[in-house]
């Protein structure tokens, strides 16, 4: 399904911009890597800049390192509409992550100068930086910037090498004292909208090239210690043992079952340590992670609380200690109905079904619920792949993800 017939964007020149902008930080392997306050990612906004400037917008970086382009509207002072996504990239990561947000956007924008749109509320891009958080076990830090929660003790997260976020900055020229004049004012900031890759299967399952995101689902992170007692495997009898990691076994088959009953919710068991380790020893001491969300909060924490009980019960019947340790507990961030609404309605006049689907994935959206209304369109991932070389979306649904995009900001921006 392509909206030729009612497509407004320039598609050849969307394309041919998410072609050279991949082409930064590419590795041989045709993997993409630009980590933060990097030469890469200072390239990729250098380009992304240039795009902006094309379309007639007035570029500026603020004091995190975001970029960002501006179009004015036609009523002086009113709430400005953000929209965008980031150009940095995980460690070997793919072409669209990021990109067909950052320059989906731009084209919108052009798109409206070139159609000499006007609208009441001024529209910026912006491109924000670190959202993936590769460098520093730490992400989304133009977004928590913007939204005014970015912490100097979040400055002090390290790189492998030792570096710390605010000693990046430094050596980018940025002052990461000045950090605080990056927040926006509450009531400054109409709504924020993002165009993004779903980097997961539904829209491929459902043959759809766009959909709607209902919400961002939240991760509670969790670290599971099971302490039994280590023993020889030869002479113990079944019925005498403590068996850690038995017992986690059944644990872990919980946690699949009970996240996977609310049809919404996903549980990941993805570390596990055992120990002593040994072929003719019966394990004494198990340790897991669970990464479990749900884009509603009650369901996440009741399948939690279900999970802990049965975790309980299990341990306690085979006489194994168990300990628990909430490492991150993040709400989810549902996507506001003005958004929605606005994408929805776009999608129907493009004639694609207005498809609403959650967001698994984190994003710089979650930051800015406290500041305005939020909302995001994803556009179809080829076999859901993402975080991989071979992420890719088609020229096609790229193109319907601008065209969605462009019809939501003239809705949010309101077109006069
Ligand atoms: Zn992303």
Redesign the pocket.
């Known amino acids: 399904m392509r909206a030729s017939s009612t497509g407004e964007i320039d598609a050849d020149r969307l394309w041919s911009r998410l072609s050279e902008l991949a082409e930064i930080g590419k590795s041989e392997g045709g993997g993409v890597t630009r980590l933060s306050f990097t030469e890469e990612e200072w390239a990729a906004k250098d380009l992304v800049a240039s795009y902006m400037r094309e379309a007639g917008l007035a570029v500026r970086e603020d004091a995190a390192g975001n970029l960002i382009g501006r179009r004015e509207g036609r009523v002086e002072d009113a709430p400005v509409v953000l929209t965008g996504?980031?150009v940095d990239s995980v460690r070997n990561g793919g072409d669209f992550?990021?990109p067909l947000g950052a320059l989906g956007a731009v084209e919108a924008l052009q798109t409206m100068d070139e159609r000499g749109v006007e609208t009441e509320r001024p529209v910026e891009v912006v491109a924000f930086t670190d959202?993936?958080g590769a460098r520093f076990s730490f992400g989304m830090i133009g977004s928590r910037a913007t939204a005014g929660t970015l912490t100097p003790e979040h400055l002090a997260n390290e790189d492998e090498n030792g570096v710390s976020i605010a000693e990046a900055m430094r050596a980018s020229g940025l002052d990461p004292g000045r950090i605080d004049e990056v927040a926006r004012a509450p009531g400054s900031v109409y709504a924020y909208v993002e165009l993004?890759i779903e980097q997961g299967r539904i829209l491929e399952s459902k043959n759809l090239p766009v959909g709607v995101v209902t919400g961002i689902a939240g991760p509670a992170w969790l670290r599971f210690t099971l302490a039994g007692e280590a023993a020889h495997a030869g002479t113990t009898p079944m019925n005498l043992r403590r068996d850690a990691l038995a017992a986690a076994a059944e644990v872990i088959g919980r946690i699949e079952r009970e996240a996977a009953r609310t049809g919404t919710s996903v549980g990941t068991v993805g570390q596990l340590d055992l120990s002593p380790g040994g072929i003719n020893i019966v394990p004494g001491q198990v340790s897991f992670s669970l990464d479990l969300r749900d884009i509603d909060e009650d369901v996440r924490d009741d399948v939690e609380a279900r999970i802990m009980h049965e975790a309980a019960l299990l341990c306690e019947k085979r006489d194994v200690e168990l300990e628990t340790k909430t490492l991150q507990r993040l709400p989810p961030a549902p996507c506001s109905a003005l958004v929605q609404d606005a994408a929805r309605e776009a999608c129907e006049t493009l004639g694609f079904e207005p498809f609403g689907l959650a967001s698994g994935a984190g994003?710089d959206g979650m930051h800015l619920t406290e500041l305005c209304p939020i909302g995001m369109i994803f556009v179809r991932s080829k076999d859901g792949l993402s975080h991989n070389p071979a992420e890719y979306s088609s020229k096609d649904d790229c193109t319907a993800g601008a065209e969605v995009l462009y019809r939501t900001l003239l809705k949010l921006a309101g077109e006069t």
């Open positions: 996504s980031h992550d990021g959202e993936e993004h994003h």
